[in-house]
T-cell receptor, first 112, second 113 residues
Framework: EAQVTQNPRYLITVTGKKLTVTCSQNMNHEYMSWYRQDPGLGLRQIYYSMNVEVTDKGDVPEGYKVSRKEKRNFPLILESPSPNQTSLYFC???????????FGEGSRLTVL | RKEVEQDPGPFNVPEGATVAFNCTYSNSASQSFFWYRQDCRKEPKLLMSVYSSGNEDGRFTAQLNRASQYISLLIRDSKLSDSATYLCVVSAYSGAGSYQLTFGKGTKLSVIP
């Protein structure tokens, strides 16, 4: 089954404790991206990747890192999480940057 | 800053009604346009792409007006299952082989029995 898998789905952590949210897709898509969704602000792009070893900042990259060492994986790293990073995070992939986006089920992160 | 604006709603309509959503975008270089549907606490899913000539998929019709920089979504004969948030998404070339995707904040639709 074609899918985008994110882990963990739910996480409560404390300020400053590094965490990684994994994202994996099995569709051989070149384009992958991360979004956060907050009430009243909609979906905002954090980082995106056009292909392996190519990553670019989206609208809200501060406080996040990504890597794209393999085509299928695009982890999101919070080196030192802060409470303002409490949010619902979505990973997505697409065959191309202008094609249909396939989203993971989301990861709800709470930073205390 | 490139913006995509939508009326947040909520739109509360009776079953069987026709409802229309509009979305405006500020980047005249935008190239691809989409409507996504998002159910409560779920991930967004593609509803339909929007083409210059307009396109229809069953009860759903999407239109693009490049001159006025807006796209629209028309839903005919609304069903209870159409209740969701509808997201307008615009893609524009941002240079060096990259494309920037911008989401609208979404329009919430509630179809009432």
């Amino acid at each position: 089954e074609a899918q985008v898998t994110q882990n963990p789905r739910y996480l409560i952590t404390v300020t400053g404790k590094k965490l990684t949210v994994t994202c994996s897709q099995n569709m051989n898509h070149e384009y992958m991206s991360w979004y956060r969704q907050d009430p009243g602000l909609g979906l905002r792009q954090i980082y995106y990747s056009m292909n392996v070893e190519v990553t670019d900042k989206g609208d809200v990259p501060e406080g996040y890192k990504v890597s794209r060492k393999e085509k299928r994986n695009f982890p999101l790293i919070l080196e030192s999480p802060s409470p303002n990073q409490t949010s619902l995070y979505f990973c997505a992939s697409s065959e191309t940057a202008t094609g249909e986006l396939f989203f993971g089920e989301g990861s709800r992160l709470t930073v205390l | 800053r490139k913006e995509v604006e939508q009326d947040p709603g909520p739109f509360n309509v009776p079953e069987g009604a026709t409802v229309a959503f509009n979305c405006t975008y500020s980047n005249s270089a935008s190239q691809s346009f989409f409507w996504y549907r998002q159910d409560c606490r779920k991930e967004p899913k593609l509803l339909m792409s929007v083409y210059s000539s307009g396109n229809e998929d069953g009860r759903f019709t999407a239109q693009l007006n490049r001159a006025s920089q807006y796209i629209s979504l028309l839903i005919r004969d609304s069903k209870l299952s159409d209740s969701a948030t509808y997201l307008c998404v615009v893609s524009a070339y941002s240079g060096a082989g990259s494309y920037q995707l911008t989401f609208g904040k979404g329009t919430k639709l509630s179809v009432i029995p």
